[in-house]
């Protein structure tokens, strides 16, 4: 079946780097997402990655897949306080919809 | 930049009444989706459009909730009667074709009292 996991709560200080793990089960998903949701917001893509790369690095952000395990994570570095918010990991087994996870709420502290 | 545009932003209704969501997509998006997130939890699909059809409605409660897309660009979500369980915010979304980015909308919160 389909299902994504992540962990809930994660609190960072100002300046350091944060790390918000993801678990998939659908080894079919051509490609994997990251999204932000602000309180109140829609939901803003991120970045992705394609199945077949195992990291990608997108200014502050980089995104590694271990596809073996079906383990995706986030990482930001020098996290801001503007980052605080929700974070959604999303696969999409059928290349035309996404499976989300329950979102990681980030918290960044002074 | 191009966005999906939804309306309303918030809307309180009493149970049982009637309550519509319209939805706007990307300008060329041939994909729309609808999404229902009850708070704390991620999005969870309710219907996707491919142009004026529909494609997957198979999580949508068929009972009370319909989705059209007649001309194939903007779309209408409607749910009647309204449930207390409704209370959510429901998301639009729209993408160039499937298997392309999918971006969302700032989302319609509805509250039913």
């Known amino acids: 079946g389909e299902d994504v996991e992540q962990s809930l709560f994660l609190s960072v200080r100002e300046g350091d780097s944060s790390v918000i793990n993801c678990t998939y089960t659908d080894s079919s998903s051509t490609y994997l997402y990251w999204y932000k949701q602000e309180p109140g917001a829609g939901l803003q893509l991120l970045t992705y990655?394609?199945?077949?790369?195992d990291m990608k690095q997108d200014q502050r952000l980089t995104v590694l897949l271990n596809k073996k395990d079906k383990h995706l994570s986030l990482r930001i570095a020098d996290t801001q306080t503007g980052d605080s918010a929700i974070y959604f990991c999303a696969e999409s087994p059928n290349t035309d919809k996404l499976i989300f996870g329950t979102g990681t709420r980030l918290q960044v502290f002074p | 930049e191009a966005e999906v545009a939804q309306s309303p932003r918030y809307k309180i209704t009493e149970k049982s009444q009637a309550v519509a969501f319209w939805c706007d997509p990307i300008?060329?998006?041939?994909?729309l989706y609808w999404y229902r997130q009850i708070l704390g939890q991620g999005p969870e699909l309710l219907v996707q459009f491919q142009d004026e059809s529909v494609v997957d409605d198979s999580q949508l409660p068929k009972d009370r909730f319909s989705a059209e897309r007649l001309k194939g660009v903007d779309s209408t979500l409607k749910i009647q009667p309204a449930e207390l369980g409704d209370s959510a915010m429901y998301l639009c979304?729209?993408?160039?074709?499937?298997?392309?980015?999918?971006?969302f909308g700032e989302g319609s919160w509805l509250t039913v009292v």
């Open positions: 979304a729209s993408s160039l074709d499937p298997g392309n980015t999918i971006y």
């Open positions: 300008s060329g998006h041939a994909t």
């Open positions: 990655i394609f199945s077949n790369m």
